[in-house]
């Protein structure tokens, strides 16, 4: 088992920055696959960005493309979430999750380990 505590959210005006971090423990983290999630108020859980067991892969929703980037460091046990020029819409709770699967969508039924969550709030 994997457990995973994301950190960093906060409170940024629209166009502003924040990095997120989850930390693992527990198991060998280069195990696993790696993903943020995130879920706004009376919203569905939707994918964010994902990233191989190696870093070598990774993968972005559209929404976020270009302004987010997702990162590991295997020798920390720690993967990222770098935003930039944030939006009031991507307001919400951010979770990291973890798959230990050869290969991991989008789907977050595949992810086996959850964070917590921390909130990230965009002021307009």
């Known amino acids: 088992q994997v457990q995973l505590v994301e950190s960093g959210g906060g409170l940024v005006q629209a166009g502003g920055s924040l990095r997120l971090s989850c930390a693992a423990s527990g198991s060998t983290f280069s195990n696993y696959n790696m993903a943020w999630f995130r879920q706004a108020p009376g919203k569905e859980r939707e994918f964010v960005a994902g990233?191989?067991?190696?870093?070598?892969?990774?993968d972005y929703a559209d929404s976020v493309k270009g302004r987010f980037t997702i990162s590991r460091d295997n020798a920390k046990n720690t993967v990222y979430l770098q935003m930039k020029s944030l939006k009031p819409e991507d307001t919400a709770v951010y979770y990291c999750?973890?798959?230990?699967?050869?290969?991991?969508?989008?789907?977050?039924?595949?992810?086996?380990?959850w964070g917590q969550g921390t909130q990230v709030t965009v002021s307009s």
């Open positions: 999750a973890a798959d230990g699967a050869y290969f991991s969508g989008r789907d977050y039924s595949e992810y086996d380990y």
């Open positions: 990233i191989s067991w190696s870093g070598a892969s990774t």
